[in-house]
């Protein structure tokens, strides 16, 4: 099974990723923790992501399509083990680029999980995380910025997976805990795909 989490910066991609981990053993791929742990080795990666990461603005697309292919294609037990994309596909290109990727490996994208909230809510997670996190995009104006590359850009995708029967809404306002219950709910009856 290959998994879209999806949802504004701040949701709670990351948070819910790790609880789909443990109860579906599924492949990690955060495209943001792959793009910081390349800023903080200093790789040429690295430094072209820290120039927009930093401003709040996406990788462009050619790029980030690059790298998620590249890294799809070196790791074969990626693939036999299914997947949770979280902070990729951004863009309706990146949507459109990993259907096909991976159907050139026999598969697709089985379930969205859209984490719907409130935007005063993201704000305040994310300035709350931003007192430790040490994230460059963790301060108000880069999270006012994000937020509005996320609608402009990111939004779109909603009706582009409502459109191929894969979104699933989830209000990501509440517990960690109770919103986990409502997505495994949401995806039980696909836990059989593959
Ligand atoms: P990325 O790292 O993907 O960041 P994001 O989408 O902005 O989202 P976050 O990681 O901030 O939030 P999240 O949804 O994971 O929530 P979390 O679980 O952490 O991307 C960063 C940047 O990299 C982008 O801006 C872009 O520049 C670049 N990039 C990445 N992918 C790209 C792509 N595909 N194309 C182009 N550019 C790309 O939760 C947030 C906080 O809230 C945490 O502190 C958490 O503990 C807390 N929390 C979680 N759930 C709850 C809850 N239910 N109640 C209370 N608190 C909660
Ligand atoms: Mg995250």
Same mark, same amino acid.
């Given at each position: 099974?290959?998994?879209?989490?999806?949802?504004?910066?701040?949701?709670?991609?990351?948070?819910? %990723?790790?609880?789909?981990?443990?109860?579906?053993?599924?492949?990690?791929?955060?495209?943001?923790?792959?793009?910081?742990?390349?800023?903080? #080795?200093?790789?040429?990666?690295?430094?072209?992501?820290? !120039?927009?990461?930093?401003?709040?603005?996406?990788?462009?697309?050619?790029?980030? *399509?690059?790298?998620?292919?590249?890294?799809?294609?070196?790791?074969?037990?990626? #693939?036999?083990?299914?997947?949770? =994309?979280?902070? =990729?596909? !951004?863009? *309706?290109?990146?949507?459109?680029?990993?259907?096909?990727?991976?159907?050139?490996?026999?598969?697709?994208?089985?379930?969205?999980?859209?984490?719907?909230?409130?935007?005063?809510?993201?704000? #305040? #997670?994310?300035?709350?995380?931003?007192?430790? %996190?040490? !994230?460059?995009?963790?301060?108000?104006?880069?999270?006012?910025?994000?937020?509005?590359?996320?609608?402009?850009?990111?939004?779109?995708? !909603?009706?582009?997976?409502?459109?191929?029967?894969?979104?699933?809404?989830?209000?990501?306002?509440?517990?960690?805990?109770?919103? =986990?219950?409502?997505?495994?709910? %949401?995806?039980?009856?696909?836990?059989?795909?593959?």
């Amino acid at each position: 099974m290959n998994i879209v989490i999806f949802g504004a910066p701040g949701s709670g991609k990351g948070t819910q %990723s790790e609880r789909l981990i443990d109860q579906y053993g599924l492949h990690h791929i955060s495209t943001g923790e792959l793009l910081r742990d390349h800023i903080s #080795r200093g790789t040429e990666l690295g430094k072209v992501a820290d !120039r927009y990461i930093s401003k709040g603005l996406l990788i462009p697309d050619d790029l980030m *399509i690059d790298v998620l292919s590249d890294l799809f294609e070196s790791k074969p037990e990626i #693939r036999e083990k299914g997947v949770i =994309f979280d902070g =990729f596909p !951004r863009t *309706i290109p990146q949507a459109e680029a990993l259907a096909k990727m991976l159907e050139g490996y026999g598969t697709a994208v089985h379930a969205v999980v859209g984490l719907e909230v409130e935007e005063e809510e993201l704000v #305040r #997670r994310m300035l709350e995380r931003g007192k430790t %996190s040490g !994230r460059a995009d963790d301060n108000l104006e880069t999270i006012k910025k994000r937020l509005d590359v996320y609608h402009n850009q990111t939004s779109p995708l !909603r009706d582009y997976y409502m459109a191929c029967g894969t979104y699933h809404a989830i209000n990501g306002n509440g517990t960690v805990d109770a919103i =986990f219950g409502d997505i495994r709910a %949401s995806l039980d009856p696909h836990k059989d795909k593959k």
